[in-house]
């Protein structure tokens, strides 16, 4: 699967604002910025990450994924 990083943008403000349940994102935003980021809400992220964009994440790289540029750089790395 290809994507080029608007399509990305597009499709990760959707995951990111149903998994948190908020109206608006900001993607340069990270673990501490978002009140609703807390540990399960992560869970939820990487499983819906993995769903949507069919790809699977390592849990080493679900660990270190806690800001949006990160998970952006590597979704883009798995759909090579």
Do not use: C, G, R
Request: no cysteine; proline share 2%; net charge negative.
């Amino acid at each position: 699967m290809s994507i080029n990083t608007k399509e990305l943008d597009i499709k990760l403000e959707e995951i990111l604002k149903k998994v948190f349940k908020i109206e608006k994102i900001n993607l340069e935003s990270s673990i501490e910025d978002i009140s609703e980021w807390d540990s399960f809400a992560h869970i939820q992220l990487i499983i819906s990450l993995q769903e949507d964009f069919k790809i699977k994440i390592p849990f080493n790289d679900a660990m270190i994924m806690t800001s949006i540029p990160i998970i952006k750089k590597k979704i883009m790395n798995y759909l090579q």
